[in-house]
């Protein structure tokens, strides 16, 4: 970015921008070189007028979250980092629809189960212990234990490339497994969840045994979650144990020997760590089976 360019986004951002951070700072895994701006986001307005000047100018961007299914490359990234906050992290319940839950892009996964546990709403529990936000979730069509969000969206609000808001509503919405269709580079600002009426105390419950399940297969040490999606009819971990590589350790970098199709940095791991077990049990994996593993993870930088 030229000067002219970081001195417009600091007048739409006002002193929610930063220059040169290190992305180890945004991100589960604590790894990444530097992005050349990040920013936080709150109003609406702004926003659409932030992506229509970045597309118009030709400058890259992303948008994270809680930075919970992203490696950054060592190298940094070029542009802008985005992040939602304030009123675009925000939820509340349809005032028609009392089943229906409005939630904000920026609002973290953890406190959407929360307000809807005390709300007695229910049917989203499995995504209890998902790191991210809600709008991560719906890119990604985030899921657990056979269940996808997807299946319980009805309407997203994004923001096109040209800086102006679209609404998708079902039958429009396409979701598949660990996916989103949608024009890359437009960000989702609200999606509408379709739940259940259900006990507080049941909801409670459900969130505890879903997060007790994952505690007890989820490693300890700072990851993205899953690295690989389960190819049809099989299991990304297991093909990985089967190569014998569960344990594998490249520099600071581990394939976790709790859970196989975790990467986990043990300390002092660098995103060339990382990047070398990734590539590591893609091709032993389909040299004993034929399969080539489909990062589930976003890889992103220089």
């Known amino acids: 970015m030229n000067k002219r360019q970081k001195e417009y986004l600091a007048c739409i951002v006002g002193e929610k921008i930063q220059f040169d951070c290190p992305m180890s700072k945004y991100t589960t895994f604590g790894v990444g070189g530097k992005s050349e701006a990040i920013c936080e986001v709150t109003d609406l307005e702004n926003l659409k007028k932030l992506i229509g000047f970045l597309n118009g100018e030709q400058i890259p961007y992303l948008t994270v979250g809680r930075g919970s299914n992203i490696l950054v490359k060592d190298g940094g990234i070029d542009g802008l980092v985005i992040r939602l906050k304030g009123p675009l992290a925000s939820m509340k319940l349809n005032e028609t629809e009392n089943s229906t839950v409005v939630a904000g892009g920026g609002l973290p996964l953890f406190e959407l189960l929360i307000r809807c546990r005390d709300a007695g709403l229910g049917g989203i529990e499995f995504l209890a212990g998902i790191p991210g936000t809600v709008g991560g979730a719906i890119m990604m069509n985030a899921g657990a234990f056979g269940k996808e969000i997807g299946s319980l969206v009805s309407k997203v609000d994004v923001i096109t490339l040209e800086g102006k808001t679209e609404e998708i509503s079902s039958p429009h919405l396409c979701f598949s497994y660990r996916n989103f269709r949608v024009e890359k580079g437009s960000v989702v600002t609200r999606v509408w969840l379709e739940l259940i009426s259900k006990d507080k105390k049941l909801v409670g419950r459900e969130i505890y045994r879903f997060l007790k399940n994952r505690k007890e297969y989820h490693p300890g040490y700072p990851s993205a979650g899953s ?18 590589l569960k344990g594998k350790k490249i520099g600071g970098a581990l394939i976790s020997d709790k859970h196989a199709n975790f990467i986990v940095n043990t300390g002092g791991a660098k995103a060339k760590d990382i990047l070398d077990l990734l590539h590591l049990a893609q091709k032993t994996v389909k040299e004993n089976t034929g399969i080539k593993l489909e990062p589930e993870i976003q890889i992103v930088g220089k």
């Open 227 to 244: 690295v690989f999606k389960n190819p049809p009819h099989d299991f990304a971990g297991r093909l990985i144990e089967n190569a014998g």
